[in-house]
């Protein structure tokens, strides 16, 4: 279950996306709760829902309940970082992919063929 990062965020680490865990701070974006911001409570993945802290309804009864939404209608804007997480956006930072020129090829591989020349 991953969400956007904000753009403070998206500038910092040069990642676009992450999973979504407990204690990430993010805003709703779409939706009736447009704009609300809270602390993640609980991500529900059988359900595929996150449940924030200040997000809730009132039932008939008078009781509050948590109300679910989708990680992909979130931003994170604060995230919580440990060992993992950390790992995670050293392995998906892109400005470092660029530097090692992963999964790119030069003019002169292009022009020469010179992958195609072992080929039968």
């Known amino acids: 279950m ?5 753009t403070e965020l998206r500038g910092k680490y040069n990642v676009r996306s992450m ?16 704009g609300r911001e809270g602390k993640v409570v609980t991500c529900y993945r059988k359900k595929y829902v996150i449940y924030l802290d200040r997000v809730q309804r009132e039932k008939l009864n008078g009781q509050t309940v948590p109300v679910g939404i ?10 919580k970082l440990d060992k993992d997480r950390k790992a995670i956006l050293e ?3 892109r400005s470092a992919a660029d530097e090692k020129g992963k999964g790119k090829f030069t003019d002169a591989e292009v022009q020469g063929g010179a992958a195609m020349v072992d080929v039968d």
Request: glycine share 2%; charged share 30%; no cysteine.
């Open 2 to 6: 991953s969400a956007p990062l904000s």
């Open 19 to 34: 999973p979504i865990r407990k204690d990430d701070e993010v805003v709703v974006q779409r939706g009736q709760y447009k």
């Open 70 to 79: 989708h990680p992909s209608n979130v931003m994170i804007t604060k995230i």
């Open 91 to 93: 392995r998906k930072n």
